[in-house]
């Protein structure tokens, strides 16, 4: 079956503060895999998109990283702002387009 | 820069009552699709539309579902006969020809059934 899991489910970190948000799939064929922000009450919003041939991929303090053959991603957040808060969707891209979404980490960030 | 806008932002109706929701996708995209995401819950795919069509269709998108791209521009969602438990965000999002095939979602329609 074709899977996502985050984890983990929520986090509260102080401003400043690094994080790392973990992601594993099942999906399968594999063809790439996003990692979205979204803002309360607002659409999704890509972060980072990486196919299988990449193993890192970074969008200013968000930095992602893929193991293919582990099926497994992570996202980095480094010094982390009041902005940051909101939830961090594991999208995984089937070779027929069809999208798997994982259920989101949802980030506080306190000052 | 080019965005998925969504109108309204915020729709209240009575059970039983027939919905529309619109999208108007980038001007150069050529599939569309509707999600939904029930409060506290992930996104869930209802169908995605090319070259005006159904593509594909999720479980949820049964016949109380229809979607229709009227005109150049406007993507619209109809729920004919409401219930409770479609209140939800809907968000439309589309995509062009890219290797990734991005998808580039709306702000999102909250449905609210009472």
């Known amino acids: 079956k074709n899977q996502v899991e985050q984890s983990p489910q929520s986090l509260i970190i102080l401003e400043g503060k690094n994080c790392t948000l973990q992601?594993?799939?099942?999906?399968?064929?594999?063809?790439?895999l996003r990692w979205y922000k979204q803002d309360t009450g607002r659409g999704p919003v890509s972060l980072t998109i990486?196919?299988?041939?990449?193993n890192t991929k970074s969008n200013g303090r968000y930095t992602a990283t893929l193991d293919a053959d582990t099926k497994q991603s992570s996202l980095h957040i480094t010094a982390s702002q009041l902005s940051d808060s909101a939830s961090y969707i594991c999208?995984?891209?089937?070779?027929?387009?069809?999208?798997?979404f994982g259920a989101g980490t949802t980030v506080t960030v306190r000052a | 820069e080019p965005e998925v806008t969504q109108t309204p932002s915020h729709q209240v109706t009575q059970m039983g009552q027939e919905v529309i929701l619109r999208c108007v996708p980038i001007s150069n995209h050529l599939y569309f699709y509707w999600y939904r995401q029930i409060l506290g819950q992930k996104v869930e795919f209802l169908v995605s539309?090319?070259?005006?069509?159904?593509?594909?269709k999720s479980e949820i998108f049964d016949d109380q579902f229809s979607v229709e791209r009227p005109d150049g521009s406007n993507f619209t969602l109809k729920i004919r006969s409401t219930k409770l438990e479609d209140s939800a965000m809907y968000f439309c999002?589309?995509?062009?020809?890219?290797?990734?095939?991005?998808?580039?979602f709306g702000p999102g329609t909250r449905l609210t059934v009472l």
């Open positions: 999208v995984v891209s089937r070779n027929d387009y069809k999208l798997s």
């Open positions: 539309f090319y070259n005006n069509e159904i593509s594909e």
């Open positions: 992601c594993n799939y099942t999906v399968s064929p594999f063809s790439n």
């Open positions: 990486m196919t299988f041939s990449e």
């Open positions: 999002a589309s995509t062009g020809w890219d290797s990734y095939n991005e998808q580039f």
